[in-house]
């Protein structure tokens, strides 16, 4: 049995699996701390503060949202199109939670919805392999998602702090990290060729979206479409 980190044996959370999720996610961690920089060292250009990064870090917590914030951050600020535009994007996390359905209704409202503000793209795509392996409970995401958190705000703190130093961020390979983890996590969640016909109608409709339509649409059609395609699949092969 794992030991339980809350005294209720509907929490689901456990401190064994809490502490699999920060050995786990520590190689992830490292690429976050890169692309951390990257955005520590944009706040700077954009005219943030260390305080203002370091809320906007450990507030929001939400790469992808924050890098599109930073590309809007203009005088006047675009209020209602900047909410827009990171409503858009951040519609990924319905996706993501919606997968972990069947754990997460496992865990009481006051601990599951706490929970879910450590949900990013890294510590989904780490909690969900790893749940489905079933050697695991949601404490995985509750360690991988404290320890990501304290890198990503950590990394702002020091792009924001050495910005003076590092002027060109493609020059050390950090423009690159982003898109690292994300290839090394989605092989990660390779499961066999069963998976081929979603992917690559989720890629495929991304990229068309992507080209006929402004903004940050293709990122939530492509997850749709390559998600409604599994589902029928799933249930055609039942």
Same mark, same amino acid.
């Given at each position: 049995?794992? !030991?339980?980190? #809350?005294? /209720?044996? @509907?929490?689901?959370?456990? $401190?064994?699996? +809490?502490?699999?999720? %920060?050995?786990?996610? *520590?190689?992830?961690?490292?690429?976050?701390?890169?692309?951390?920089?990257?955005?520590?060292?944009?706040?700077?250009?954009?005219?943030?503060?260390?305080?203002?990064?370091?809320?906007?870090?450990?507030?929001?917590?939400?790469?992808?949202?924050?890098?599109?914030?930073?590309?809007?951050?203009?005088?006047?600020?675009?209020?209602?199109?900047?909410?827009?535009?990171?409503?858009?994007?951040?519609? !990924?996390?319905? #996706?993501? /939670?919606? @997968?972990?359905?069947?754990? $997460?209704?496992? +865990?009481?409202?006051? %601990?599951?919805?706490? *929970?879910?503000?450590?949900?990013?793209?890294?510590?989904?795509?780490?909690?969900?392999?790893?749940?489905?392996?079933?050697?695991?409970?949601?404490?995985?995401?509750?360690?991988?998602?404290?320890?990501?958190?304290?890198?990503?705000?950590?990394?702002?703190?020091?792009?924001?702090?050495?910005?003076?130093?590092?002027?060109?961020?493609?020059?050390?390979?950090?423009?690159?990290?982003?898109?690292?983890?994300?290839?090394?996590?989605?092989?990660?969640?390779?499961?066999?060729?069963?998976?081929?016909?979603?992917?690559?109608?989720?890629?495929?409709?991304?990229?068309?979206?992507?080209?006929?339509?402004?903004?940050?649409?293709?990122?939530?059609?492509?997850?749709?479409?390559?998600?409604?395609?599994?589902?029928?699949?799933?249930?055609?092969?039942?």
């Amino acid at each position: 049995m794992f !030991r339980r980190i #809350l005294i /209720s044996s @509907s929490t689901n959370i456990s $401190l064994e699996s +809490a502490r699999i999720g %920060v050995v786990t996610s *520590l190689p992830v961690a490292l690429s976050v701390f890169a692309y951390g920089l990257v955005y520590g060292l944009l706040t700077k250009e954009a005219g943030l503060n260390l305080m203002e990064a370091a809320l906007s870090s450990g507030v929001i917590f939400a790469g992808s949202a924050q890098f599109v914030a930073l590309d809007m951050w203009i005088h006047p600020l675009p209020v209602s199109a900047l909410i827009f535009t990171t409503f858009v994007v951040n519609l !990924r996390h319905v #996706l993501m /939670s919606a @997968s972990l359905t069947p754990w $997460l209704r496992k +865990a009481v409202p006051q %601990v599951r919805y706490p *929970l879910l503000f450590f949900l990013v793209d890294e510590s989904w795509a780490l909690t969900y392999s790893a749940l489905v392996r079933g050697k695991v409970d949601l404490g995985f995401l509750l360690g991988s998602g404290v320890l990501l958190w304290i890198t990503w705000v950590s990394a702002t703190l020091s792009g924001r702090t050495v910005g003076a130093v590092i002027s060109d961020p493609a020059q050390f390979g950090l423009d690159f990290a982003f898109t690292a983890v994300f290839l090394v996590l989605l092989f990660g969640l390779w499961k066999g060729k069963e998976d081929i016909p979603a992917w690559a109608i989720a890629a495929t409709t991304a990229l068309v979206v992507h080209y006929f339509i402004p903004g940050k649409w293709y990122i939530v059609i492509g997850g749709l479409t390559g998600s409604m395609t599994g589902l029928w699949r799933s249930n055609a092969l039942r």
